[in-house]
Nanobody, 124 residues
């Protein structure tokens, strides 16, 4: 099993920035992709950004391109999501996810492990 622990998040004003992080532990050798999803009230969980661990290929949703940056610390098995120029519509619970697949899945159902989520709230 792989355990994912998120940290960061909180409240920010529109135009501001936040950083959230996620550290994997346990059988991390099974993890080949890690990413961030978000889910706003009444909406489906959507992929925000994800990285294929060994190649650094990174996917971004169109809605966050140019504003969010996913980076990783290989030694610490940690991924970071730096969020800039935040908008009220970025408000959601952000979930870290990890997949055993050797590509970057874009569907939540294709991820094998999940964190508990961290709330990000952007005020206008």
């Amino acid at each position: 099993q792989v355990q994912l622990v998120e940290s960061g998040g909180g409240l920010a004003q529109a135009g501001g920035s936040l950083r959230i992080s996620c550290t994997a532990s346990g059988r991390t050798s099974r993890t080949n992709a890690m990413g961030w999803f978000r889910q706003a009230p009444g909406k489906e969980r959507e992929l925000v950004a994800a990285v294929r661990w060994n190649t650094d290929y990174t996917y971004y949703a169109d809605s966050v391109k140019g504003r969010f940056t996913l980076s990783r610390d290989i030694a610490r098995f940690t991924v970071y999501l730096q969020m800039e120029n935040l908008k009220p519509e970025d408000t959601a619970v952000y979930y870290c996810a990890a997949a055993e697949s050797f590509y970057v899945p874009q569907k939540a159902s294709e991820y094998d492990y999940w964190g508990q989520g961290t709330q990000v709230t952007i005020s206008s």
